[in-house]
């Protein structure tokens, strides 16, 4: 098959798991024998760069603070740029189906002109995008009626001849036949919302465990945490930063440690969580890596017993929970959203109510004191990711549903 997968960013330069995602199933679907490309955004090169199979051309109008007519013509010249990309990709490539991942900082408009072309288009989603599209920028401008009487004439002029170069959308809603979703709490959620997704598949996430090897040696003094993902208040690190406390200050483990790995794209969150801890007074028992690039995780998760995942809102599923688990790491989390779907509490996991510092602590001092609890968790665990969370399997699933589309 030609798929022309269209992900709004791409590894090496990406934001959260979502990406890397989408890099795993291309480079599978490439395995395989398939030909993919892959259509992304400038971002994190600020200019247009391609190769035989990663065009980074696409215009994302992530962090714009433009408003009114500075906004409307930046967006325009967005639209123009990417739907000429993805046409002369079209054109050039062939595609049989495309896959979109994320269409979010984008254009939704690339989707509707798949469908005007005849194209399928298959979404695997991954958080709340797909069941959100109406506020992408483009669309949400001219689909919202505006407070103004001259943003409105504005409109009245500009409308048909946008619509007559086909820069807007000409349908109101998008086909979505054929959507894969991480999770059951995906697919929920955009049934709620009214999304007609009911004959969509759910694709659990899969690892390949071979890359996370199993700590077999039995840490006696289970005391290094890890903590993993984006620094942005909706993961909760607070609430570990303040569980921290309560283990050294109240419970007398002095010698734990937290390292937290990842970036942000809210610094200002990430001061607060520096400051909370130096006014903790835990500069000593807590690491800032920053981002680190993917293929150095195994090593980090080797070096630590018990993997803390605080969230604090519906988590669409959780591919570094999974990663941990192979890798043999005890997990401690809030058992939120598609994360309900991967943790069992007190079989491969020990959950917590989200944002309770105290009810997290405990958990952990639980693991710290209990060893047979503690080889226990991190057992089941591992069989949880080997057994029900394959990253085959999840390729087999994806791979037979492609073929039923362009079928």
């Known amino acids: 098959m030609r798929i022309l997968?269209?992900?709004?960013?791409?590894?090496?330069?990406?934001?959260?798991?979502?990406?890397?995602?989408?890099?795993?199933?291309?480079?599978?679907?490439?395995?395989?024998?398939?030909?993919?490309?892959?259509?992304?955004?400038?971002?994190?090169?600020?200019?247009?760069?391609?190769?035989?199979?990663?065009?980074?051309?696409?215009?994302?109008?992530?962090?714009?603070?433009?408003?009114?007519?500075?906004?409307?013509?930046?967006?325009?010249?967005?639209?123009?740029?990417?739907?000429?990309?993805?046409?002369?990709?079209?054109?050039?490539?062939?595609?049989?189906?495309?896959?979109?991942?994320?269409?979010?900082?984008?254009?939704?408009?690339?989707?509707?002109?798949?469908?005007?072309?005849?194209?399928?288009?298959?979404?695997?989603?991954?958080?709340?995008?797909?069941?959100?599209?109406?506020?992408?920028?483009?669309?949400?401008?001219?689909?919202?009626?505006?407070?103004?009487?001259?943003?409105?004439?504005?409109?009245?002029?500009?409308?048909?001849?946008?619509?007559?170069?086909?820069?807007?959308?000409?349908?109101?809603?998008?086909?979505?036949?054929?959507?894969?979703?991480?999770?059951?709490?995906?697919?929920?959620?955009?049934?709620?919302?009214?999304?007609?997704?009911?004959?969509?598949?759910?694709i659990h996430w899969g690892i390949d465990v071979n890359q996370y090897p199993y700590n077999k040696k039995v840490s006696l003094n289970p005391k290094r945490l890890l903590y993993v993902g984006q620094i942005v208040r909706h993961k909760g690190i607070h609430t570990l930063v303040e569980a921290l406390n309560l283990i050294v200050q109240q419970h007398g483990y002095e010698s734990s440690m937290l390292t937290i790995v990842g970036g942000t794209i809210i610094p200002d969150y990430e001061l607060y969580i520096r400051r909370l801890v130096s006014s903790l007074g835990l500069a000593s028992n807590v690491c800032f890596t920053g981002l680190i690039q993917r293929e150095h995780l195994p090593y980090i998760y080797q070096e630590h017993d018990i993997l803390i995942f605080p969230s604090t809102w519906d988590e669409p599923f959780g591919i570094v929970q999974l990663e941990a688990m192979a890798s043999g790491l005890a997990i401690v989390g809030t058992a939120t959203g598609g994360s309900a779907e991967i943790l069992q509490d007190e079989v491969n996991a020990l959950v917590f109510p989200k944002e309770d510092a105290k009810a997290c602590a405990a958990q952990i001092i639980r693991l710290m004191s209990d060893s047979e609890l503690f080889e226990r968790i991190r057992q089941n665990g591992r069989r949880s990711a080997e057994d029900k969370f394959n990253f085959e399997s999840m390729m087999d699933k994806i791979e037979n549903s492609l073929y039923k589309i362009v079928a």
């Not at 490439?30 to 696409?58: C, F, M, Q």
Request: glycine fraction near 6%.
């Open 5 to 202: 997968v269209i992900s709004n960013f791409y590894p090496p330069h990406y934001i959260g798991g979502y990406e890397l995602g989408c890099r795993d199933v291309v480079e599978g679907l490439n395995a395989r024998g398939h030909e993919a490309k892959v259509l992304t955004s400038i971002y994190g090169i600020g200019r247009p760069e391609s190769d035989r199979e990663i065009y980074r051309l696409l215009q994302a109008d992530l962090g714009w603070q433009s408003r009114g007519f500075a906004k409307l013509t930046k967006l325009l010249r967005k639209e123009v740029s990417n739907q000429m990309a993805f046409k002369r990709l079209c054109v050039t490539f062939s595609p049989e189906v495309i896959y979109a991942w994320n269409l979010t900082h984008v254009s939704i408009s690339l989707a509707f002109m798949a469908q005007r072309m005849g194209l399928p288009v298959c979404y695997f989603v991954f958080d709340n995008w797909l069941s959100l599209w109406e506020s992408d920028s483009w669309y949400s401008m001219w689909n919202r009626k505006p407070r103004r009487v001259l943003s409105r004439v504005v409109k009245l002029l500009f409308r048909p001849v946008l619509n007559m170069l086909g820069l807007l959308p000409s349908s109101s809603s998008l086909d979505m036949h054929h959507v894969q979703f991480a999770s059951q709490y995906l697919k929920q959620f955009a049934l709620q919302v009214g999304k007609p997704v009911t004959d969509g598949k759910v």
